[in-house]
Each structure stands twice: as structure tokens, then as C-alpha cells.
């Protein structure tokens, strides 16, 4: 089925834009040749087959793209890793995921440690060191001596892995299948109107649910043009955005708080259709901040990796946390605490079902059968439906710090400071900045002589640099109560 | 505007805009940045962005490496070439005219 989309695209316009990134321009042709390129060298070198789980530590980039429409067309598992990770981190996953493939880039390889070197099971491929035969052959005359194989990848086998935090103290997987995938592109796809003339600016990263699916997936198999990013920065983001006519831009407020800050003169973004914001709550400062600045509505989009999107503002609205009505094929209620549904405009827990979403956690019977009870995801957000069936979001009932839309679980922090000899007691949580965003706040009972630059030195070496707290206070003791459980009104003043 | 200037000044907006809850001394007193917060892409954002209002400066995409990131003295060299380079072109546009 995916080879049938690369194929057809290639087939249907050749010679269009897929991917630009920095001065690599490929053609829907020459993206489906690489694609065959790499899935022989997967295949045929790497000996690759059907089940097996494969590392993606990529930036966003054309090899991510390319490697990952090869995989699943072989039936592999691609499971994108932050790039941020440290050797702690990979480990976890590597050895959660039973991961014997690694497809990196050489300037990653370090944050692996000794693991090239030690581990002989794993086979670590550095795709920017690979040489391919020039592109001279066009997706077309390949077909007509290639014809379709039957794909190996059926409709309903895990060909994606997505790595999420958990609210349990261990991180999560989210197995998808293709027909997930493409049942979350046609919903949010159909909503935005999405087609071949789209050219899409790809800055999430793609080891993100939203990256992926949204940023990535999307787009290509919808014929459109992707202009890849491989890092953040603000100021490069609204040249390319202007010069690339960039019509649909899926973001976060970190984003587009930051493009604000750095627009120093005009800018032509007529051509945009789309700006989304995702992950966080898009405070109402800063969609009129981005509205003044620019003359473009952020709408808010609302989603989780287990369920794919499920709503989008697109009426005008300033109240935070209106993310508009449920997209097609995605149904939300509202639970009370003893799981009764509740009427338009009363507050409770919002659960979704939706074609997208996922049957569970991989290997997490316990955990799945809780947070997918009777077909539904359970959110752990609440909000209300109002009676017109627009969706508001109010707050999280679950203790997770949610940093620029990177879902981050308190307690893995917590149990990294705990693990240092110097502290005895730790609370972790995320605190909102001046800009309304949230941050990360260690509380911790320390010996005398630590210090915040000792926490962040030891944290260093054992977190990504993005879960490194950002607020250390110390303090005498933690609150908790008669069950031993911390007092969080009280520790949070 | 001397160095000590330049760096006085990039400490203020590393405490002010990354809201660290540290003192100037303890960061004047650090041999590297990433032993006071982690430079993840979201700080490094914050703290070009905030050097750029309090310079009244542009650090170029280009420029931006992992050398410039290393440490106080190296970032204060940096935004004190910008500073001095974009001067040198406002004396150069002013003698055109």
C-alpha cells in the first residue's frame, strides 16, 4: 500500500517538488528511486525483514523519509528517537524495542556512547556516509521494468513505533499501523483541504507524533511539497517561510512565541492557508501577537500520539484552549469521576475514539486496558464540549510537564536526582515562565554542600538536555501526607 | 563598549530571559554554559533572541555553532566581533554618504 503512494506520485507528477532541505531538492521520481534504492540496500545488505525493529536517530532530513517508506514497504518496524537522547536513553529504548538496526548520521553517533563499540549485536548505519549512484533514471521507465510486488507490508501490521512519556514512571510505545496512519492524514487532511499545490514547512521533528504524521506523513502522500528543516531557529524559519511560499505550517506556540520575537521587518507569507499550533495550550497574547505581527490566524489543533489529530480552531475564538469541533471519523465525550457522561458545557474528562487511534500500549496489558477503556482513549485532559460541539481544553489531571508540546514525566527526572548521591529528597514539576509556557522546576532536599550547578553537571550526563530542570530551589524537606504522598499545594507555593 | 561590558550584559539576560534561579557569581564562576541549564534548542532559542534585543544585534543562522555555545568567554568574543563588525559597516555606510 505505501509503495502504491510513492509509485503513483512518482507516476502522476514526476518532476514536482517532494522534499527541499538546505540545497538537497529531490522530485517525487527521485524520492521513490531512492526509495527503492534504500529498501534494496536494507534488504539485500542489511539483511532487513519483515518485524524487524529499526532506530531511526535522524534529524529531519530526506534519508529519514525515504529510509522510512523502505522499511515499512519490507515490513520493518521504524521507531524515530530524539535526537536530544543521551546514551542512557538509547539504551532504553534499544533494549525495550528489541532495536538491532541503528539508521543515524555521523555527527549523532556520539550521543550513543560506547554502544557502536561494545554492543556487536546492534548494526549501526550512518546514512550520510552511504554513496548512491546518481539519480538519472526516471520513477517511471523503473516501474514499467519493476512492476508492483505484492507489499509485504499488510494494512494492519505495526510498521512504527512512537515514543512516548508515561505518567507511570517508564516511557511508552505507541505500535501504528498503516492504516492508522493514513485514516490520520484523510481526517486532518480533509479538515485543512490538503493537496498536491501544498508546500509544507517540516520544523516539527519527526520523532515526534506531530512531526510524523502531521509534517511529514501527510504532506507526502498527498503529492505536496515538504521544506525540511533539520534545526529550529526563528529567524531562517521566516526567510524560508516567505521564499519558499510555505502555504501550511504545523508548529507549536515555542514556534511561533520565537518567530514573533525574531520578525525584525515585512514579510510575505500570502501564500499560507494553514497555521497550526499543537502540543501546548497557545496562549491568546500570542495568537493577536502573531496576528499583529504577521496578518496570519494560528489556529489551535488539539491530538494525541495515541489517538492521531482530533480537532482544529478554525473559528475565530480568544478563550484558551478552544481547539474546535471533533474532525471527521473522531468521536470525544466528557466523563465525571465515576465515568458517567456529561452534558454540553459541563466540565469533565475528555476521552476520544477516533479511526486513528491505537488499541494499546505495546506490551502494556494493564497499562492499555486504562487508558483505552470501552473503545475510548483516556485523555487526561479536562475540558467540556460546549453545545455547539466545540471542544475545550482547561487542564491536565495528569502529572506531566509539558515543555514546548515535548510531554515530559516528571518522575524520570525525579528518579535521575534521586540517583545522585548528593540529594535525598527531589519534586519535579513544570511551572509556567513569564511567557505562559511551562518550564521545568526542581524542588530538592539536598546535602549542605550541593549545589544547582551540581544537579545540572549530573543531570547532564544522564538526560537530554531538554529535561535538565531548569528552576533548582532547595529546601529543607518535601510535604507528604499521612499515605506518604507528596502535598503538591503545598510543595508548589 | 568593553568586554567585561558585553559579558556583564549576557549574564543579565541569561538570568532575566532563561529565568535561572542562579546569581550572577555562579555563572561568572562556570567553565561551561551547559553547567547551568541544559542547552537543549528551546534555551539556545531564548538566549540568541534575548542577546539580539539586548545587543540590538542579528547572530546570523550561520554562525550559530556549538563553539560559540561553549562557555561565557567564548559567546562574549562572539556578540563583541558582531558588535565591532557592525559597526565597522555603519562607519563604512556613513563615509559612502
Redesign the interface.
Known amino acids: 500500500m505505501l509503495k502504491d503512494v510513492l509509485g503513483a506520485l512518482a507516476v502522476a507528477h514526476p518532476l514536482k517538488q517532494a522534499i527541499r532541505c538546505g540545497d538537497l531538492m529531490l522530485t517525487y521520481d527521485e524520492l521513490f528511486i531512492m526509495k527503492e534504492r534504500v529498501k534494496k540496500y536494507f534488504a539485500e545488505e542489511l539483511r532487513i525483514q519483515k518485524g524487524d525493529k529499526m532506530a531511526f536517530h535522524l534529524p529531519n532530513c530526506a534519508d529519514f523519509i525515504y529510509s522510512f517508506f523502505s522499511a515499512a514497504e519490507i515490513g520493518a518496524v521504524t521507531i524515530p528517537l530524539n535526537t536530544n537522547f543521551k546514551e542512557s536513553e538509547l539504551r532504553y529504548y534499544t533494549s525495550k524495542c528489541g532495536i538491532k538496526t541503528i539508521i543515524t548520521h555521523s555527527d549523532l553517533l556520539a550521543q550513543w556512547g560506547q554502544m557502536p563499540l561494545m554492543e556487536k549485536t546492534l548494526n549501526f548505519v550512518l546514512m550520510d556516509q552511504l554513496e548512491w549512484p546518481t539519480v538519472d533514471l526516471k520513477a517511471e521507465s523503473l516501474l514499467k521494468s519493476n512492476p508492483f510486488s505484492p507489499d509485504v507490508a499488510a494494512i494492519d501490521s505495526e510498521i512504527l513505533y512512537l515514543c512516548t512519556s508515561g505518567s507511570s514512571g517508564r516511557p511508552k510505545i505507541i505500535p501504528k499501523t498503516p492504516a492508522l496512519l493514513f485514516s490520520g492524514a484523510e481526517n486532518l487532511g480533509t479538515a485543512l483541504d490538503v493537496g498536491s499545490q501544498d508546500r509544507f514547512l517540516c520544523v516539527t521533528p519527526f520523532f515526534h507524533a506531530n512531526g510524523f504524521e502531521n509534517s511529514m506523513f501527510l504532506p507526502i502522500i498527498n503529492g505536496a511539497s515538504l521544506v525540511l528543516m533539520r534545526e529550529f531557529s526563528p529567524r531562517s524559519m521566516l526567510d524560508v517561510l516567505a521564499q519558499e511560499e510555505i502555504t501550511v505550517l504545523i508548529g507549536s506556540p515555542f514556534i511561533f512565541s520565537s518567530l514573533c520575537d525574531c520578525a525584525d521587518k515585512a514579510y510575505d507569507f500570502s501564500a499560507m492557508r494553514h497555521c497550526l499550533s499543537a502540543g501546548a495550550p497557545l496562549p491568546a497574547e500570542l495568537k493577536k501577537t502573531f496576528y499583529d505581527t504577521f496578518g496570519i490566524k494560528v489556529r489551535e489543533h488539539y491530538g494525541a500520539s495515541e489517538t492521531g489529530p482530533v480537532s482544529v480552531q478554525f473559528q475565530d475564538a480568544d478563550e484558551v484552549g478552544a481547539v474546535g469541533k471533533p474532525l471527521n471519523n473522531v468521536r470525544v465525550k466528557i466523563l465525571d469521576e465515576e465515568g458517567r457522561q456529561l452534558p454540553p458545557d459541563m466540565m469533565g474528562e475528555v476521552f476520544i475514539s477516533s479511526t486513528s487511534m491505537v488499541k494499546g500500549y505495546l506490551d502494556e496489558p494493564e497499562l492499555s486496558s486504562e487508558a483505552f477503556p470501552s473503545g475510548y482513549f483516556r485523555t487526561g485532559d479536562f475540558g467540556m464540549l460546549d453545545s455547539e460541539g466545540n471542544l475545550h481544553i482547561v487542564g491536565r489531571n495528569k502529572a506531566i510537564i509539558n515543555l514546548a508540546g515535548i510531554k515530559i514525566d516528571p518522575s524520570e527526572i525525579r528518579n535521575t536526582l534521586l540517583s545522585y548521591p548528593k540529594v535525598k529528597d527531589a519534586y519535579v514539576t513544570g511551572v509556567k515562565n513569564r511567557k505562559g509556557m511551562e518550564v521545568i522546576k526542581a524542588i530538592i532536599v539536598a546535602h549542605p554542600d550541593c549545589t544547582a550547578k551540581d544537579i545540572v553537571i549530573f543531570c547532564r550526563d544522564r538526560l537530554a538536555a531538554f529535561k535538565i530542570p531548569r528552576l533548582i530551589e532547595f529546601r529543607d524537606s518535601i510535604p507528604v501526607d499521612v499515605m506518604g504522598k507528596v502535598i503538591r499545594s503545598v510543595v508548589e507555593k | 563598549m568593553s568586554i567585561e561590558d558585553v559579558k556583564d550584559r549576557i549574564v543579565e539576560v541569561m538570568i532575566r530571559d ?5 546569581n550572577p557569581d ?1 555563572v561568572y564562576g ?1 567553565s561551561r554554559l ?10 539556545i ?1 531564548e538566549l540568541i ?1 534575548g542577546i ?2 539586548e545587543f540590538n544585534i ?4 550561520e554562525d ?1 555553532s556549538v563553539e560559540i555555545f561553549q562557555n561565557l568567554e567564548t559567546l562574549t568574543e562572539y556578540v563583541k566581533k558582531l558588535l565591532h563588525d557592525e559597526a565597522t559597516m555603519y562607519i563604512e555606510g556613513q563615509d559612502k554618504t
Open positions: 532563561l529565568e535561572l534561579a542562579l555562579e562556570t551547559d553547567e547551568l541549564f541544559g542547552m537543549d534548542s528551546i534555551a532559542t533572541i539580539e534585543k542579528r547572530i546570523p543562522a550559530l
